[in-house]
Every structure is written in structure tokens, then in C-alpha cells.
């Protein structure tokens, strides 16, 4: 959750800053600082996004991790009781099941 926060405060940081920037230095007309601002963009913009896939990323493992562990305790117990068979048959003796 905090990943997906972090990155998308990234990409509107980035929108925000080549926004505003983008319309300041259209006024200015230097070609390298809107060069290097567009660098800068660029790259917090990549930056966001590539944080965005590693928490998708992330949350889709978590997912089947926990399937997994579900699939384990399942297994454990339905092998538990093909181990243990006499509880039944006591329940039945005593004629409470």
C-alpha cells in the first residue's frame, strides 16, 4: 500500500513539476534547461511507474502465497485424518457421532 502511495505521488509529482516547468521555460526559450527538465521528468515519471509495478508485482505474490499455504493446511489436515481413522470408530462405540 505504501509502495502504491510512493509512486503515485512520483508520477503527480512529475506531472506537476513538467507542467508548471514546461510552461515557465516555453517563456524563457533556453533548449537545454528544457532539455534537462525534460530529463528530469522523464525520469521521475519512470521512476513512478516502475514503483507501481513492483507493488503489483508484489501483491500478486502475496496472493499466491497465501493460496499456497492454504493448499498446505488443507493437505496437512485431510492427512491427519487419513492417519488417525479410530476417532471415528470410538465416536461410533459410544454412539455420540
Request: charged share 25%.
Amino acid at each position: 500500500m505504501i509502495k502504491r502511495i510512493a509512486g503515485l505521488s512520483v508520477l503527480g509529482l512529475a506531472l506537476i513539476i513538467g507542467g508548471y516547468f514546461s510552461v515557465y521555460f516555453s517563456l524563457i526559450g533556453s533548449p537545454s534547461m528544457l532539455l534537462i527538465l525534460s530529463v528530469i521528468i522523464a525520469v521521475l515519471f519512470i521512476l513512478g511507474i516502475f514503483i507501481l509495478i513492483i507493488d503489483s508485482k508484489e501483491r500478486k505474490l502475496n496472493k499466491e502465497k497465501k493460496i499456497i499455504l492454504e493448499m498446505i493446511k488443507k493437505a496437512r489436515v485431510a492427512q491427519e485424518r487419513q492417519e488417525y481413522t479410530g476417532a471415528f470408530d470410538d465416536l461410533r462405540k459410544r454412539r455420540m457421532y
